[in-house]
């Protein structure tokens, strides 16, 4: 089935940081990877375009050479895909979140705050996650192309809803070439903690039971994709925490998670792991939301 023009683009958000930001350098090397043209979107935001404080004027012109400048860096990457910059105006996260409506996926960048930066993700690249119909990808600032070098992380839990997840990992590990770890990180409800003469035999069932499902999902993937090496990491602990550590310990390239889509109205609500491993991944991390 021919994709439609939507379906091959990657985007991308930049802003005046796009040079430190990881994020264009992280959709470059994805859009060669895919071989699927890249959209580089600026957004104007209208609350500050609007304030008394600056002129339109200079903040168009500014947002005019931005685009122009990304423009010229695109030109000059060496690509022979059809790459382009484009300049919005309104709220940056709606904006970049309509632009890439049926794509590939968006790419943003992380901004954090004060002592903490590294550690936090800004309002806007959160924003985007949870508006965002797409797999959004989180790029730490500064990234290169030889920060990592390990596989690409799926963490999984026993939902059994993550499907279009698994489908994105598998799809960026074989463009790769390295291995698709599979993480799950399981623990005792605190229910079982009051009773210490029981908590051996039950987390002996539970680890048996989370390594037997891990196992299962590896075997599915290792049959339909045999020329992919899977790899199963199962371990106790806080969900975050594990993932984390996870993907530090094995100097993971991409993290992905999975997201819940809650039908309201805008609405793309994360979980609490899925939002705790945003915040503190520091490799890039993959959002993709189960319809």
Request: charged share 20%; glycine share 8%.
């Amino acid at each position: 089935m021919t994709m439609n023009t939507s379906e091959r683009l990657i985007f991308v958000g930049v802003d005046g940081s796009w040079r430190e930001s990881g994020a264009l350098e992280w959709a470059l090397q994805e859009a060669e990877l895919r071989h699927r043209p890249l959209r580089a979107i600026h957004v104007i935001d209208e609350a500050v375009r609007g304030t008394p404080y600056w002129s339109p004027i200079v903040i168009d012109d500014t947002a005019t050479n931005l685009v122009g400048d990304v423009q010229g860096h695109l030109d000059s990457s060496g690509s022979t895909l059809d790459h382009d910059a484009d300049l919005r105006v309104g709220p940056p996260a709606i904006k970049l979140a309509e632009a890439a409506e049926g794509s590939a996926m968006l790419v943003v960048g992380r901004r954090g705050m004060g002592a903490f930066k590294r550690l936090l993700i800004g309002s806007t690249s959160e924003a985007v996650v949870h508006r965002a119909t797409v797999p959004v990808v989180v790029v730490p600032d500064g990234w290169k192309p030889d920060d990592h070098a390990g596989p690409v992380l799926i963490a999984i839990d026993d939902s059994g809803q993550n499907y279009a997840a698994i489908e994105f990992a598998v799809a960026a590990a074989e463009e790769r070439h390295v291995p698709l770890r599979i993480v799950h990180v399981w623990d005792l409800p605190n229910i079982y903690s009051w009773d210490a003469t029981n908590v051996a035999g039950i987390s002996s069932e539970w680890s048996e039971n989370a390594q037997r499902y891990v196992e299962s999902v590896a075997d599915e993937l290792r049959q339909k994709h045999p020329d992919l090496t899977v790899e199963v990491d199962v371990r106790r602990g806080h969900a975050v925490d594990g993932v984390i550590t996870a993907a530090q310990v094995g100097d993971a390239q991409l993290l992905v998670v999975g997201g819940r889509r809650i039908r309201r109205v805008t609405s793309m609500l994360l979980g609490s792991v899925s939002r705790g491993v945003l915040h503190h991944a520091t490799s890039p991390i993959a959002v993709v939301h189960t319809s």
